[in-house]
């Protein structure tokens, strides 16, 4: 939070008047009382927390909340007839957490069996994947990429079970990743930032160049150069 905030301040004071970003829920929430107070516009592409955007102000998201995302993935689990669901989460992040509380809500809606493990060291992941799948349930979710490889490790020796990761790029018989095309609004962003921008200076805030991440940025640029090809596109991670 203190190094998104120290990135804000810096894109303000090059003169940038509208930032995508940042890309992460806990990220935006550190920057949303300083972009009130400058009345800075942000608007993120993949910032899914439902309390972003409860406001009248300058904060703006493009993309779906979490309490939409955790209904869907209830259904899904109900749909594929399931009644015994683990989830492995990180408490300390505002996305996974965000996920697992509509997640759990709406689980209680269809009144099948809920368990979950939160905060576990790396290492440990796939232990974990591979306790939920021996004690019977049927659908297993690790909400974050760090989840993906994991569970391809543990996948084959329970063909059975269905494993779903959440922004990961595990594959296979039965590991899905639900995945974000959040590049695509991004695009879109990007277009809405070179049209408002009087300077021809628009920004972006990323807090890690990982992949998923850096596709953001990208798509944003993109779309921006094709209303203004010499707009300057300042990143901050």
């Excluded at 940038?16 to 970003?21: E, Q």
């Excluded at 806990?26 to 800075?40: K, L, P, R, V, W």
């Excluded at 516009?41 to 102000?57: G, I, M, Q, Y």
Aim: glycine residues 8%; negative net charge; proline residues 3%.
């Amino acid at each position: 939070p203190t190094e998104c905030l120290n990135a804000f301040n810096s894109l303000v004071a090059q003169g940038v008047g509208l930032i995508i970003g940042s890309a992460t829920s806990g990220c935006t929430s550190a920057i949303t009382d300083a972009a009130n107070e400058e009345e800075i516009c942000l608007l993120s592409p993949t910032a899914t927390a439902d309390s972003l955007t409860t406001e009248d102000d300058y904060i703006f998201r493009a993309c779906y909340a979490d309490s939409f995302q955790g209904a869907i993935a209830a259904a899904y689990a109900k749909k594929s007839g399931c009644e015994k669901v683990g989830v492995v989460y990180c408490a300390a992040d505002v996305y996974s957490k965000g996920l697992y509380d509509s997640f759990s809500a709406a689980c209680e809606k269809y009144g099948y069996e809920l368990a979950y493990t939160e905060n576990l060291n790396a290492a440990d992941i796939a232990a974990a994947f591979a306790d939920y799948a021996a004690a019977g349930y049927n659908v297993i979710i690790g909400h974050g990429f760090e989840f993906g490889d994991p569970a391809l490790e543990v996948a084959s020796t329970y063909p059975d079970v269905t494993f779903i990761c959440t922004e990961a790029s595990a594959s296979a018989e039965n590991v899905a990743s639900y995945v974000m095309a959040c590049e695509q609004t991004a695009y879109v962003e990007g277009v809405i930032a070179a049209n408002m921008s009087q300077s021809g200076k628009i920004g972006a805030i990323g807090p890690i160049p990982g992949d998923s991440l850096v596709k953001i940025i990208n798509g944003y640029e993109d779309g921006a150069k094709t209303i203004n090809p010499d707009i300057d596109v300042q990143t901050a991670w």
